[in-house]
Structures are given as C-alpha cells and as structure tokens.
C-alpha cells in the first residue's frame, strides 16, 4: 500500500532550527512535495524535489534521498509566523499526490 | 503566478439543500482540477479528480451521486454537494495543476467552508 509518515507534533523555539521528517512509501515516484497549511487556510507550496539533495529556499530547505523513501524540511530562524501544519506528500507513478496527515509545529517564544 | 479561487469562501445551508462550490483558475489554463475535503485537525482527503471535458473520477468511498463535479472549462469546475447533510459539513479544497509549467504542482483554492445546519 502507499503510505507517508511524519510526526502528529512538534515544538520549537524561536530563533531556532527544526527539522520535520517525513518517510513515504509508493508505487512509483514522482517527486515529493512540502505544503504549509495555517489553521483555517488552504495549504501553500513551500518545495518539491525530485532529485536526490537538499534544496534550499531562504530560511526553509528540503531534503530527499530516494533510496530510503525519506524526506525532511528543515526551518532556521523560526519566526512566530512559522507556526502552523506542515504538509508531506509524495507523488505516485500516475501522478497523484499521497499525503501525510501533516506536523503541527508550535513555536515557543 | 498561478492563482485559483473559490467561491463561495463559506456558507451555511439547511440540510436536505445543494450547495455549489465553484473553483476557477484565473491566470492560467488547468486540464486538471482536484477537489479535497479535510475535517478539523485531519489531513487533506482527496475526493475526486476533475479533467476538463471528461467525467470526473471519484476517490473510493466518495459518492459521486452526492458529490457532482463539473469541469466544463480549461478554467472552470464545480462541485455540487446535493441532499446535504450536517455530516458534509467540512472545509472544501479545490486545487489545479499547471501542466503548461512543466512541474506537478498544485495550486490550491483558499477553501470553502461549508456547514450544514
């Protein structure tokens, strides 16, 4: 079957750096998305990559290794703002999008 | 960019009543169109995929009886909750694929939320 796993929950600080796993089992690949939701919001694309390595985009970087079906997206200088659910999700052979049921992430002042 | 709307953004409705969900995309063309459901503190469930010109396909579980889809432009599909019921209320999210891109993004709606009294 297909399937993502990230953590329900996590809390960090702000100022500081958190990393958010994600690991994905498929029927085929196509790539690995990463969305940030605000309770209440629709989800916002934040990253995709489809190749092995860490992709960085300002404060926010994502990194994917095919070969362990792992992902994770890593957030340096936290702002308040950055509270909110993190959505994983990985495309399968036919293109659709499976997704995890997101990390909620609480920053701590 | 690549924007999506949604109308309406919430609305109330008695149940047993339809209510239709519009979604658009407004500076570009989408072949493909998605529709979600997510319930508080869940994840997004994917409900039905929508291709332009053709019948929707309807996730297992979904009634597509209940759940019409429309996708009867490159920029336009709509989802029509008919007979509905307190259970179907919930935050609809619509979503749409920019192929001309190149990529497999989705673009997504800012949602409706729908409860039904």
């Known amino acids: 079957g297909q399937n993502i796993d990230q953590p329900t929950e996590m809390t960090a600080t702000e100022g500081a750096i958190v990393q958010i796993n994600c690991t994905y089992q498929?029927?085929?690949?196509?790539?690995l998305f990463w969305y940030q939701q605000h309770a209440g919001e629709a989800p916002t694309f934040l990253s995709y990559?489809?190749l092995d390595g860490l992709e960085e985009k300002g404060r926010f970087s994502s990194f994917l290794s095919r070969s362990k079906g792992y992902s994770y997206l890593l957030l340096k200088e936290l702002q308040m703002k950055d509270s909110a659910s993190y959505l994983c999700a990985a495309m399968d052979s036919n293109y659709q999008l499976i997704w995890g049921a997101g990390t909620k992430l609480i920053i701590k002042p | 960019g690549a924007v999506v709307s949604q109308h309406p953004s919430w609305v109330i409705c008695k149940s047993g009543t339809s209510v239709k969900i519009e979604c658009r995309s407004l500076?570009?063309?989408?072949?493909?169109m998605f529709w979600y459901r997510q319930f508080p503190k869940q994840s997004l469930m994917l409900m039905a995929t929508s291709n332009e010109g053709s019948k929707a396909t309807y996730e297992q579980g979904v009634e597509k009886d209940k759940f019409l889809i429309n996708h009867a432009s490159l920029t336009l599909s709509t989802l029509t909750v008919t007979s509905a019921h307190p259970e179907d209320s919930s935050f609809y999210i619509c979503?749409?694929?920019?192929?001309?891109?190149?990529?497999?993004?989705?673009?997504f709606g800012p949602g409706t939320r729908l409860t039904v009294t």
């Open positions: 500076d570009f063309q989408a072949t493909t």
């Open positions: 979503s749409a694929r920019r192929p001309e891109a190149g990529g497999h993004e989705q673009y």
């Open positions: 990559n489809v």
């Open positions: 498929t029927s085929g690949f196509n790539g």
